[in-house]
């Protein structure tokens, strides 16, 4: 009998971000977000999925330990080809700093080690079972992993995203006829806001406006998306610019390199292009935190409202496809549910709350 375990991250959210799928021919962990997974499980684990370059969902490759058992053992880590080289750059231009070389070295072959993936394609995990990988939304080169198990089919969609306004943070999915559904693990955050992507924007835009804050801080993976919305709105693209700090180039070097364009008008440059723009307004945006900036780095919505996940779900037969809600902030359980439950639109499906353990299927 197939079943999941999931593990909460240690941080003050306390959000599962790691999910282990022991089904009868292998074992698999659909991210590896926490530093509290048992080391009997990463020893039996086949393969490991990870979604996307946040920390949370990837920071237990930068476990020791665990890296060790990793390299040690069979297990072969899947991501697409943008979060694999996003994570390697990330690791060595922001994580590596307190490690000594052996350390880095043992890391940095796992996270060498990690096998590239193309969207949409299939790739057969064995004899039994296959996956295909889809964008999710939420940062640039996200997954989603349809796992096609002969006898449970899953799609995790990670962190996931929908914003009309932006074509990089729109989910796709392309499933085949034969492609059915049984259970979704779905990205809980946010799930009972639908509020979430306006709220903390509209008071950056007007402390810019009324308070003239011209500097912040961002994560290099959030800092795009922040970006473009600010230059969408009305009041700031006529007479603002974005200049990203010089220490976002090794960020901004792989985005390009895969042909995400972060400097999509030239009202967002580069420190040492600033002299390109000289009737403009500037605003400063760097990934490291310094006195008198304003801190955006929780404040940007990546994540799905509730209604866009709602119509998501309506792609999928609501009587054979249970969903599955984890990544959700320990005190919005109930709400989440609430919400599910209080909705017309998702009334019909069977909708059941993650908990730190064991979940059989």
Not at 45 to 59: A, P, V
Not at 112 to 140: C, D, M, V
Not at 213 to 232: D, G, N, Q, R
Not at 252 to 262: A, N, S
Request: hydrophobic share 35%; aromatic share 14%.
């Amino acid at each position: 009998m197939a079943t999941i375990k999931s593990y909460r991250t240690s941080d003050s959210s306390k959000k599962i971000t790691t999910y282990l799928f022991n089904a009868r021919h292998y074992s698999l962990a659909f991210d590896f977000g926490s530093n509290e997974i048992a080391t009997s499980d990463i020893k039996n684990l086949d393969y490991i999925f990870i979604t996307h370059e946040h920390l949370d969902h990837f920071m237990g490759l930068l476990n020791l330990d665990y890296a060790k058992l990793l390299l040690d053992s069979k297990c072969v880590i899947y991501a697409s080809n943008v979060t694999k080289d996003l994570m390697i750059a990330i690791f060595e231009n922001a994580l590596r700093v307190d490690l000594d070389k052996k350390s880095t070295n043992t890391i940095r072959d796992l996270l060498h080690s990690i096998q590239g993936a193309l969207f949409y394609e299939k790739y057969k995990l064995n004899n039994h079972s296959y996956f295909r990988l889809f964008p999710s939304g939420h940062t640039f080169g996200s997954s989603m992993v349809y796992l096609h198990d002969e006898e449970t089919k899953i799609l995790y969609t990670g962190d996931m995203d929908f914003s009309e306004d932006d074509s990089d943070r729109q989910y796709q999915l392309d499933l085949k006829e034969n492609e059915s559904i049984d259970y979704i693990i779905a990205d809980g955050t946010y799930l009972n806001n639908e509020d979430f992507r306006d709220e903390e924007f509209s008071k950056i835009r007007e402390n810019i406006i009324n308070k003239g804050f011209s500097k912040f801080y961002c994560k290099p993976e959030k800092m795009v998306f922040f970006c473009k919305k600010l230059m969408l709105s009305p009041k700031l693209k006529d007479e603002y610019c974005i200049v990203f700090s010089n220490d976002l180039k090794w960020y901004l070097k792989v985005l390009r390199e895969y042909c995400y364009e972060p400097f999509i008008t030239n009202q967002i440059i580069l420190d040492s292009s600033i002299y390109e723009v000289p009737d403009k307004k500037c605003l400063f945006v760097s990934s490291k935190k310094q006195d008198k900036q304003t801190n955006v780095t929780g404040l940007v919505g990546l994540h799905i409202s509730f209604l866009d996940f709602a119509y998501f779900l309506y792609q999928f037969d609501t009587s054979k496809t249970k969903v599955l809600v984890g990544h959700y902030n320990y005190e919005d359980k109930n709400d989440i549910l609430a919400t599910f439950h209080a909705n017309q639109f998702t009334c019909d499906f069977n909708v059941h709350i993650l908990e730190k353990g064991e979940y059989t299927l």
